[in-house]
């Protein structure tokens, strides 16, 4: 006699979803591992993100220019933001040495308006801030900023730990921009074979602008290059004169070379050449 | 004749409703648009740290053992630079102590150049604590960076509770 299929029964080839031994243990794995993920990654009570991370602009004498930055809270706490502009310069190792707000003779921080300049932000809440740039009648050459989001620590005990991050403003005046430098100074340390090569050499920035330059630099054997390596870019504020040293990991072996450094920025290559000789070395 | 009239309706308006549908297959594709968001983030593990109790003449590191950890990432073609610095000196009421004994030094997980492999003093706000590798902007990665903060308190120092804030700034 054939039962009625009720509701309650089955087809045979019904695939059941049932956790067996070798799941379970699976799973428990995986809830170890998380686990353990958690206490090695560190939880950061601050977490704040910007975008974009640096503005470029041209503006004609009383022009303005406005646009927005993207500021979220990626962590868990809600925070309080305050925008604020300052001036920068750059530091000898090459990073920005931030200043009071239009202390810098080459400051656009007081054409710059934000809003809102303080606001709150909920965890995983984003703002977009509003920017004008106004340039004056009288705007003439390039110019620099930053624009800070700090969080605003109200609460603590001991001492206070805040993070700022910024968006670096690089605005050119149309018409009056005058990109040019100077490559000078090239002294290259080589010693005997196996030794370090060091090439040194100093760039000055004599425009009326900021300038970013690509080194590059070749190492000739006769007429053949043997060496070809480009360095971190250089960076300048008017007036400002950079040091550099780059050194050639390669070994070179006896013999006389020269070596050429070459800086381009701007559809402009500088170019200094110098010869030099590595002696045979003392402990062969 | 009406029913003819309206199946000739029917058929004229059901062509108009389909008028797009027939414009998206004669065109065969449709365009799809994402705006992938940039990525600049600083990320500090705690809102505070302190020294417990030093006496005059004596020099201490933070009772937090684990140190103040702070984390970067970016997404963008240029370096990022990682800057610690002091919004003013040590301060209890009318009493200072001076940042140049306000030291820190620590440890980085990243491939750029970490200065806190020696001790730096809070006073000098021109040295980068870390400056980024072209590795890891190319990767996006997220670099932590720890560091241990120091405080040696001077013979002549009155008694008090010192306070500051300690600032951390990422830019490019």
């Not at chain 2, 980068?128 to 013979?155: C, G, T, W």
Request: hydrophobic share 40%.
């Amino acid at each position: 006699m054939k039962l009625p299929i009720t509701k309650f029964q089955v087809p045979i080839n019904a695939q059941i979803p049932i956790l067996k031994f070798g799941h379970c243990l699976l799973l428990i794995v995986i809830c170890l591992v998380i686990g353990a993920w958690s206490l090695v990654i560190p939880a950061f009570a601050l977490s704040i993100n910007i975008d974009p991370s640096n503005i470029k602009v041209v503006l004609k004498p009383g022009e303005t220019k406005t646009g927005e930055i993207l500021v979220q809270n990626f962590g868990g706490t809600k925070i309080k933001v305050k925008a604020y502009t300052e001036d920068w310069v750059y530091a000898p190792d090459g990073s920005k040495t931030f200043i009071r707000s239009g202390s810098s003779v080459y400051s656009c921080s007081s054409w710059i308006k934000l809003d809102p300049a303080s606001f709150e932000l909920a965890p995983k809440e984003d703002k977009k801030v509003k920017y004008s740039i106004i340039a004056p009648n009288n705007a003439s050459g390039g110019h620099v900023s930053v624009i800070f989001f700090e969080a605003v620590i109200d609460r603590y005990e001991g001492i206070a730990v805040s993070g700022r991050i910024g968006t670096i403003v690089y605005l050119d005046t149309e018409g009056d921009i005058k990109r040019s430098g100077e490559l000078k100074d090239l002294v290259i340390e080589a010693s005997e074979e196996g030794s370090p090569v060091s090439l040194n050499f100093s760039f000055v920035n004599n425009g009326n602008s900021h300038i970013s330059a690509q080194p590059n630099i070749k190492i000739m054997d006769g007429g053949k290059m043997i060496i070809e390596k480009k360095a971190k870019n250089i960076n300048t504020l008017p007036g400002d004169t950079k040091s550099s040293m780059i050194k050639i990991g390669e070994p070179l072996k006896e013999g006389k070379y020269k070596a050429q450094v070459e800086i381009s920025f701007d559809g402009k290559t500088l170019k200094s050449q110098s010869d030099f000789t590595i002696s045979k070395s003392a402990q062969k | 004749m009406n029913k003819f009239r309206l199946i000739i309706i029917l058929c004229l308006l059901s062509c108009i409703l389909h008028l797009p549908a027939f414009t998206l297959q004669a065109a065969g594709s449709i365009t799809a648009v994402v705006t992938v968001q940039g990525t600049f983030n600083l990320m500090v593990n705690t809102d505070s740290f302190d020294f417990a109790r030093l006496t005059p003449g004596q020099t201490g590191g933070m009772s937090r053992s684990e140190g103040v950890e702070v984390a970067g990432t970016s997404s963008g073609e240029n370096p990022w630079y990682l800057k610690v610095s002091a919004e003013k000196p040590l301060t209890s009421g009318d009493n200072t102590i001076p940042n140049e004994n306000f030291t820190w030094h620590g440890t980085s997980e990243g491939t750029g150049d970490w200065s806190g492999t020696q001790e730096k003093s809070l006073a000098d706000p021109n040295v980068a604590a870390y400056m980024s590798s072209a590795e890891e902007l190319d990767q996006v990665k997220k670099v932590i960076n720890r560091f241990d903060f120091m405080l040696h308190v001077p013979e002549d120092t009155k008694p008090g509770e010192y306070s500051t804030t300690v600032k951390f700034t990422m830019t490019e």
